[in-house]
């Protein structure tokens, strides 16, 4: 329901930032929390769902003061995970293909043991995603 640019609002009203990302599982409905924009490059802050009071069309509002939110947790990306499928039984050609598609998933995906930063390039694709909505 929430989407990345919204404006977010602390508990007296100030304008904290805005949503950067939401932190959950959209398959199972399930919405832990927010990553907040406070600055235009800056590293986003994570606030948990429970301090989240007030969603309408483009503002969310939270239980936190200015100075909560600013002393708030660096938001950190979840580990990446991995679909496992099974075996496959077929002969050769069947084996050479899923040779490729796991060096493929390697290069491409690389699956991410932990949560980790965000780097510069991925915080200025997310400053021009909320610039251009």
Known sequence: ??????????????????????????????????AVATSALG???????????????GRVELSLTPDQVEAAEEFLEPATTAEIEPESRGGLG????????????KAVAPIERQEHRMNIWRRTAFFFR????
């Open 43 to 57: 590293r986003p802050k994570y606030v948990p769902a429970e301090r989240v009071t007030t969603i309408t069309e």
């Open 1 to 34: 329901m929430i989407r990345p640019g919204w404006k977010v609002y602390a508990s007296d009203g100030t304008d904290v930032g805005q949503v950067d990302e939401v932190a959950g599982d959209d398959t199972n409905d399930i919405f832990n929390g927010l």
């Open 94 to 105: 069947e084996e050479l293909g899923a040779d490729v598609r796991e060096l493929e998933g």
């Open 130 to 133: 909320r610039l251009f909505r």
